[in-house]
């Protein structure tokens, strides 16, 4: 149904917040998520919501005008799944935080950044990725992998309540006790399935110091990286958290360059000695290495874009970036290693760069059992991801040719993994994505889109 301008000003007369339509100021900005990608989506609406009431409100005026309605937090979103041609339900304006007997309560509006400044403050932080203008509930949602990970976990796994909107505008609040089924299946498959959460309770960290590494190989050692990191990156000690990067930049005839970026929680000498065993692995002297033992915020904030830009510059992801991942359980034999790295420099011409990213899983992500949250992926070894980003303004054809770059290069290596994608970094084209995201917990995800959300209100490719 085409909505009325009426029924708009009966809407916003009834919220808190604000509704951003197109004939509105900033409604270029509003409507626009943080990938490029999907700049094109026009929504009819973009309803800034205060509180939790706002929010209940706009989802009556979605069923009652039989619209879409996705929530959106940080727009980061792979699939672009917070943008909508009908109402974007923006929980922004919800961001505070506050610290209290180790908890933090959490605004879903709250971005990384903005949350680690708050809960460095009390000298806190939580595992969780490095993206400051990811949001925080977004990613909470699907997982959340990152530098405290090996160690600590999950940022799902350290939520311990969270307040949800659900379909018939009821606000609950869920935990281990309450509302029990949702508050597991938001933990691994939150993102937009069940309802629209407006706020996160989180246990909270002691911030480590920490030793920041970011060693660099030239291309011609980028075999034997690789066969050596993925011995040695998911067995290594819980402490460490080193991710592989392999990076092919412009058209020009410039090499790959191999990047092994991560940080320890232990001091510099004991993160040198560490990583040696690597470079002893691989029989490969780097080119270039540094070490540098830092306050925790301090080491966040440098690894962003491998330390280039530092934080407060990150702007919004600069092109169009295409990009596939899966987990793998056992290591790619030479031959896999080899066709991925002749795959590479293929996009030379298309592609303003493509990557090949290597995330180490193992430890503390692992001593969760697979049923305990809806999160399943708790046996994966390491996560191999292929990326390549084309100009904002890029043509369909070149368009196509990154999509076949990524395409290809996960072929390369698809026998070799899984079967299971993180739910975070989701693919429209899995055929069997069920089984990918969810594996043995999908079914009891079912049921609990049943008990939650029966008329299927939030539905979109690729939803429960
Ligand atoms: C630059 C970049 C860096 C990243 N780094 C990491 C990393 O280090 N570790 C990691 O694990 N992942 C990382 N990711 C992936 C990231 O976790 C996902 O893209 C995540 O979904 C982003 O959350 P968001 O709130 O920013 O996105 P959004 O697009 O706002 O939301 C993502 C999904 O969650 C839903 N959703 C959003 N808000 C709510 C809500 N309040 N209630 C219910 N559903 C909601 C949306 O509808 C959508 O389906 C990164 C992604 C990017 C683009």
Redesign the pocket.
Same mark, same amino acid.
């Given at each position: 149904m085409r909505i009325s301008a009426p029924g708009l000003a009966g809407l916003r007369g009834a919220l808190a917040g604000t509704v951003i339509v197109p004939e509105s100021a900033g409604y270029e900005s509003a409507r626009k @998520?943080?990938?490029a990608r999907f700049h094109h989506i026009r929504p009819r609406a973009i309803v800034r919501c205060e509180n939790a009431d706002d929010v209940a409100e706009t989802l009556a005026f979605a069923r009652r005008w039989g619209v879409r309605a996705? @929530?959106?937090? +940080? =727009?980061?979103?792979?699939a672009g799944?917070?943008s909508t041609e009908g109402i974007v339900i923006d929980?922004t304006p919800m961001h505070a935080v506050s610290v209290s007997g180790g908890m933090a309560a959490v605004g879903?509006g709250a971005r990384l950044g903005d949350l680690y400044d708050a809960l460095q403050q009390h000298d806190l932080t939580i595992p969780? +990725?490095? =993206?400051p203008t990811? +949001?925080i509930? =977004?990613?909470t949602?699907?997982? +959340?992998?990152?530098l405290l990970g090996r160690k600590h976990g999950l940022t799902c796994d350290h939520l311990v309540a969270a307040r949800v909107v659900l379909a018939d505008g009821r606000v609950v609040d869920c935990d281990e006790h309450h509302h029990g089924e949702l508050f597991w299946a938001l933990r691994g498959a939150?993102?937009?399935h069940f309802?629209?959460?407006?706020s996160l309770v989180f246990s909270t960290l002691r911030a480590p110091a920490a030793t920041r590494f970011h060693l660099t190989w030239p291309h011609s050692h980028a075999a034997a990286v690789i066969a050596a990191w993925q011995a040695w990156a998911p067995a290594a000690p819980d402490e460490l958290n080193a991710s592989l990067r392999v990076t092919a930049v412009g058209d020009a005839d410039r090499p790959p360059v191999v990047h092994l970026f991560g940080a320890m929680l232990a001091d510099q000498a004991e993160a040198v000695e560490l990583i040696d065993q690597l470079v002893a692995l691989a029989g490969a002297e780097p080119a270039w290495a540094s070490h540098t033992h830092l306050p925790y915020r301090d080491l966040k904030r440098s690894l962003v874009g491998l330390g280039g830009d530092g934080e407060d510059a990150e702007p919004d992801?600069p092109g169009q970036v295409f990009s596939k991942s899966e987990f793998f359980r056992r290591p790619l034999p030479p031959e896999a290693i080899t066709a991925l790295l002749r795959h590479l420099p293929r996009g030379r011409g298309a592609c303003q760069s493509r990557e090949l990213n290597f995330t180490p899983l193992g430890g503390a992500y692992g001593r969760v059992p697979a049923a305990a949250t809806a999160y399943v992926h708790r046996d994966e070894r390491f996560l191999v991801e292929h990326v390549a980003v084309v100009d904002a303004e890029a043509s369909t054809a070149t368009r196509g040719a990154a999509r076949q770059w990524v395409t290809q290069s996960r072929a390369c290596v698809h026998p070799w993994a899984s079967g299971r994608v993180y739910p975070?970094?989701p693919d429209p084209d899995l055929a069997d994505w069920a089984q990918a995201y969810y594996g043995t917990n999908y079914e009891r995800l079912v049921r609990a889109k049943r008990t939650y959300d029966p008329h299927n209100l939030f539905r979109?490719e690729q939803s429960l």
């Open positions: @998520p943080a990938l996705a @929530p959106r937090s +940080g =727009g980061h979103c792979f799944r917070s929980v879903a969780a +990725g490095c =993206g990811v +949001g509930a =977004g990613l949602l699907g997982g +959340g992998l990152g939150g993102g937009g309802g629209v959460v407006t992801w975070n970094f979109f």
